[in-house]
């Protein structure tokens, strides 16, 4: 069996026979395939990263300092969260300016930096662009609220009250405040899906539309590779303004509920993923989109019918699922047989981080592994969030009066926001785990002192080493990187096991969900295995089975 430093010596000398799907200069690979269909990509929330100045707070030479890690880790881009200016009332996705970076995280001088620095190491920068909403201190905003006849005016969604002191409809803010704001200077109220402080943009307006697909170009000039698309399903509103029909039940502020029909999904959302995917497609650009749906049929409809909208809708629904064999086999079926791309994320700057979320206190760093095993390999794209290959857990406030996360401040205690999974990096068991000298903007959890890169690149076990090991796999391993999708065992209800296939290559994978022992049936036609990479298990009965210890994985090429 190969693990860790000895795995990766070896792909590196069967590199040169596969094709090159990291090369920034490849177009598509061997067969044909954008670059973006292989590539892991890797979420970086940039307060939090690395800070290069110590005043607590990440920032883009942070970055820039860490590329040799994230190429030896072995992903292929970067998705940055916003680093825009912003008056940060949602950290970063309330931006004031598209096309400029906010000084707490450095210059545009050091974006060409880091992009420079990025292309030298064969990674890729990915932009988050919110699409929704701006600032309210962008100027398109200021403009806009400063007249009722300025140029600006329709660029956001203003409208007279239902009355006195009532706005146009019962919509309400998903952060947990009303969606219409009043404005005594013009006496009409804006809408905002978000908080006050990031009002809708008007997609209906041509002269919107035209401003966000430059701000795309900006960026595309200077090197960026892509964007993941925030909150895309809210881009529209009806025009009309119905009330959207009550629904059981009250929401996490406290709020009677509501079936919100007409101001999110609706058709004209395609048009502009339409518009934006035929800039991107100007500059080989890959668009990820941020794409909450209730079954896996409804993510068919973002990538367009002609495969002219996103390339990488993400599969949020996975995070919501039972941690079992059985749900993720039937999950993973239904993705795979819906004949598009896959994309597969266990966590992001939103979502409890998945080490605390699948823990079960005794195994938490073997079900860490698992789940890198099971994501790692299938068919489709893979999305990492940073941290997550060390096991990083969440770090909750413990108080109201710690919570930074505005969502957090409304919802204390039953919500308390989104800061227990942005957290800074853990590089080292030293002072805020290697991250800052200064104050961190947010604390470092007891669990640094363990989990993080200095400590674990010195364990050839360690979760780390695991990812570093399943991704070198993923990137040269051909039936992993073209292959199909086939499960079988599937009456095993504590066992995953399938097979990717290409050619006259197969790689078998087998992923224990168990917290007992198990012992599962591998008869696959072949006349041996070799090892590829495993935690925990060991071949059994002649090789007609497979021994696995709790939350065990096995992964061998078959022979024939």
């Given at each position: 069996?190969?693990?860790?430093?000895?795995?990766?010596?070896?792909?590196?000398?069967?590199?040169?026979?596969?094709?090159?799907?990291?090369?920034?200069?490849?177009?598509?690979?061997?067969?044909?395939?954008?670059?973006?269909?292989?590539?892991?990509?890797?979420?970086?929330?940039?307060?939090?990263?690395?800070?290069?100045?110590?005043?607590?707070?990440?920032?883009?030479?942070?970055?820039?300092?860490?590329?040799?890690?994230?190429?030896?880790?072995?992903?292929?881009?970067?998705?940055?969260?916003?680093?825009?200016?912003?008056?940060?009332?949602?950290?970063?996705?309330?931006?004031?300016?598209?096309?400029?970076?906010?000084?707490?995280?450095?210059?545009?001088?050091?974006?060409?930096?880091?992009?420079?620095?990025?292309?030298?190491?064969?990674?890729?920068?990915?932009?988050?662009?919110?699409?929704?909403?701006?600032?309210?201190?962008?100027?398109?905003?200021?403009?806009?609220?400063?007249?009722?006849?300025?140029?600006?005016?329709?660029?956001?969604?203003?409208?007279?009250?239902?009355?006195?002191?009532?706005?146009?409809?019962?919509?309400?803010?998903?952060?947990?405040?009303?969606?219409?704001?009043?404005?005594?200077?013009?006496?009409?109220?804006?809408?905002?899906?978000?908080?006050?402080?990031?009002?809708?943009?008007?997609?209906?307006?041509?002269?919107?539309?035209?401003?966000?697909?430059?701000?795309?170009?900006?960026?595309?000039?200077?090197?960026?590779?892509?964007?993941?698309?925030?909150?895309?399903?809210?881009?529209?509103?009806?025009?009309?303004?119905?009330?959207?029909?009550?629904?059981?039940?009250?929401?996490?502020?406290?709020?009677?509920?509501?079936?919100?029909?007409?101001?999110?999904?609706?058709?004209?959302?395609?048009?502009?993923?339409?518009?934006?995917?035929?800039?991107?497609?100007?500059?080989?650009?890959?668009?990820?989109g941020e794409t909450w749906t209730s079954d896996v049929s409804q993510l068919a409809e973002y990538y367009g019918k002609n495969n002219d909208e996103l390339q990488l809708p993400m599969d949020l629904l996975l995070n919501g699922l039972p941690f079992s064999a059985d749900d993720?086999?039937?999950?993973?079926?239904?993705?795979?047989?819906?004949?598009?791309?896959?994309?597969?994320?266990?966590?992001?700057?939103?979502?409890?981080?998945?080490?605390?979320?699948?823990?079960?206190?005794?195994?938490?760093?073997?079900?860490?592994?698992?789940?890198?095993?099971?994501?790692?390999?299938?068919?489709?794209?893979?999305?990492?969030?940073?941290?997550?290959?060390?096991?990083?857990?969440?770090?909750?406030?413990?108080?109201?009066?710690?919570?930074?996360?505005?969502?957090?401040?409304?919802?204390?205690?039953?919500?308390?926001?989104?800061?227990?999974?942005?957290?800074?990096?853990?590089?080292?068991?030293?002072?805020?785990?290697?991250?800052?000298?200064?104050?961190?903007?947010?604390?470092?959890?007891?669990?640094?002192?363990?989990?993080?890169?200095?400590?674990?690149?010195?364990?050839?076990?360690?979760?780390?080493?695991?990812?570093?090991?399943?991704?070198?796999?993923?990137?040269?391993?051909?039936?992993?990187?073209?292959?199909?999708?086939?499960?079988?065992?599937?009456?095993?209800?504590?066992?995953?096991?399938?097979?990717?296939?290409?050619?006259?290559?197969?790689?078998?994978?087998?992923?224990?969900?168990?917290?007992?022992?198990?012992?599962?049936?591998?008869?696959?036609?072949?006349?041996?295995?070799?090892?590829?990479?495993?935690?925990?298990?060991?071949?059994?009965?002649?090789?007609?089975?497979?021994?696995?210890?709790?939350?065990?994985?096995?992964?061998?090429?078959?022979?024939?």
């Amino acid at each position: 069996m190969f693990t860790g430093a000895k795995l990766l010596a070896v792909l590196t000398l069967t590199a040169l026979l596969v094709p090159a799907a990291r090369s920034q200069k490849t177009e598509l690979d061997a067969e044909g395939h954008p670059w973006w269909r292989h590539a892991v990509f890797y979420e970086v929330y940039p307060r939090s990263f690395a800070d290069s100045n110590n005043d607590g707070i990440g920032d883009l030479n942070g970055i820039t300092s860490k590329l040799d890690y994230l190429q030896k880790l072995g992903v292929d881009a970067i998705w940055i969260t916003p680093c825009f200016p912003s008056p940060n009332v949602d950290f970063g996705y309330d931006v004031s300016d598209y096309e400029a970076i906010d000084p707490m995280y450095g210059t545009l001088a050091d974006f060409d930096h880091l992009s420079s620095g990025a292309k030298q190491h064969h990674i890729r920068l990915i932009l988050d662009f919110v699409v929704n909403h701006s600032s309210d201190q962008h100027k398109w905003f200021l403009d806009s609220k400063s007249s009722k006849t300025s140029a600006r005016r329709d660029w956001y969604i203003w409208r007279d009250g239902k009355g006195p002191n009532q706005p146009p409809n019962n919509w309400t803010s998903t952060f947990g405040t009303p969606a219409w704001t009043y404005d005594p200077t013009t006496k009409q109220y804006y809408y905002h899906y978000f908080y006050p402080q990031q009002p809708d943009l008007n997609w209906r307006n041509p002269a919107v539309e035209k401003a966000m697909f430059d701000v795309t170009r900006f960026w595309y000039q200077r090197g960026v590779s892509g964007f993941r698309l925030d909150a895309v399903d809210t881009l529209f509103e009806d025009p009309a303004l119905k009330d959207n029909p009550p629904a059981p039940g009250t929401d996490k502020f406290g709020r009677p509920n509501t079936n919100e029909i007409y101001n999110k999904k609706l058709p004209e959302v395609h048009t502009a993923l339409k518009g934006l995917r035929k800039v991107a497609d100007e500059y080989n650009a890959v668009l990820i989109g941020e794409t909450w749906t209730s079954d896996v049929s409804q993510l068919a409809e973002y990538y367009g019918k002609n495969n002219d909208e996103l390339q990488l809708p993400m599969d949020l629904l996975l995070n919501g699922l039972p941690f079992s064999a059985d749900d993720y086999r039937k999950h993973v079926a239904a993705l795979d047989s819906s004949g598009r791309w896959p994309v597969y994320v266990i966590t992001n700057h939103d979502i409890t981080r998945s080490y605390t979320r699948y823990a079960d206190g005794q195994h938490n760093d073997e079900i860490a592994k698992l789940m890198a095993a099971f994501y790692l390999t299938l068919r489709g794209t893979a999305i990492m969030y940073y941290g997550e290959e060390i096991g990083m857990e969440n770090n909750d406030p413990k108080s109201k009066e710690e919570v930074q996360d505005p969502e957090g401040k409304l919802g204390w205690p039953k919500e308390k926001g989104r800061d227990g999974e942005r957290t800074p990096m853990q590089w080292t068991d030293g002072r805020n785990a290697g991250f800052s000298a200064g104050k961190p903007w947010l604390p470092v959890p007891v669990s640094a002192k363990t989990h993080n890169v200095a400590t674990e690149e010195k364990d050839p076990h360690s979760i780390l080493e695991t990812y570093r090991s399943l991704l070198a796999l993923r990137h040269h391993q051909l039936a992993l990187l073209e292959g199909d999708y086939f499960s079988i065992n599937n009456d095993d209800r504590n066992v995953l096991t399938y097979l990717r296939r290409y050619k006259n290559e197969s790689v078998l994978v087998v992923l224990n969900f168990s917290s007992q022992p198990q012992q599962a049936k591998i008869d696959v036609p072949s006349t041996g295995y070799i090892s590829l990479l495993s935690s925990g298990a060991t071949l059994a009965d002649g090789y007609k089975s497979v021994h696995l210890e709790p939350f065990a994985f096995y992964i061998a090429r078959l022979q024939k």
